[in-house]
């Protein structure tokens, strides 16, 4: 099953400062209060390269994150684990050029992919008539495919089942009892409702940082920065 979901918005400010608004959507819930969900970022590489003047950034973001019932409910623990609670791993990688004003992204989860994999695309561009990327508006795109291998394999084992014509009981249960139609139904479900939930956060959060940055300026939100993360060392 692939489940997709694309929206358009735009943001009142100039590329460069959705750019650095989205660099920056992850480092303080002080600064964005619809980061508090997100754990830790590190930077993995970023490189200016020389040719393209293009900068490439892969970034890895620690999140906390919790199956929906529905879905915990149906799953083995061998592919839970014993709670529903779990901390998941997101690993981002960006392209921004900034002499021809766009911005691309893409997202993609490194845990729970066995149940279900989210890739999530982001293209940042200026408006088509806008003369240079200090122009006051920004254009993005995200797409979202949601990918559930888990009803993949389901229905794999169910149709080679059925294809043998099995004349005993079932003893296994777990797979046979859960039916593909009752899987498909519970992960189309998660992923729309999620999908729509968190693209929301997400746009919000942009819009506060953005705020902030108009009013207070990039070095008071950087020194806001350097504070979260000396108090997180503080802690650790």
């Not at 819930?29 to 970022?41: C, D, E, G, I, R």
């Not at 949601?146 to 169910?158: A, D, Q, T």
Request: with cysteine.
């Amino acid at each position: 099953m692939v489940l997709t979901h694309t929206t358009n918005d735009t943001y009142s400010h100039p590329f460069p400062t959705v750019t650095l608004a989205y660099f920056l959507r992850y480092c303080s819930p002080q600064l964005n209060p619809f980061a508090k969900h997100v754990l830790s970022t590190d930077t993995i590489s970023s490189h200016l390269d020389p040719e393209t003047g293009r900068l490439h950034t892969t970034r890895i973001h620690l999140k906390k994150s919790r199956l929906p019932p529905t879905i915990f409910k149906l799953l083995p623990t061998s592919l839970t684990g014993t709670a529903g609670d779990k901390a998941s791993y997101i690993l981002e990688n960006s392209v921004v050029d900034i002499r021809e004003g766009w911005m691309q992204t893409e997202s993609r989860n490194l845990n729970f992919v066995g149940v279900l994999s989210v890739v999530e695309k982001q293209l940042y561009t200026l408006p088509k008539a806008a003369p240079a990327p200090n122009t006051g508006t920004t254009n993005v795109t995200t797409t979202v495919v949601f990918r559930s291998r888990l009803g993949e394999r389901i229905r794999g084992r169910l149709g080679q089942a059925q294809g043998q014509q099995q004349t005993q009981p079932d003893e296994g249960g777990f797979f046979s009892r859960l039916g593909t139609r009752g899987i498909q139904r519970s992960i189309e479900s998660l992923a729309s409702t999620k999908t729509q939930d968190q693209l929301g956060k997400s746009r919000e959060g942009m819009r506060i940082i953005l705020e902030r940055l108009r009013h207070s300026g990039v070095m008071d939100i950087l020194e806001l920065r350097r504070r979260s993360m000396a108090g997180a060392m503080e802690v650790a």
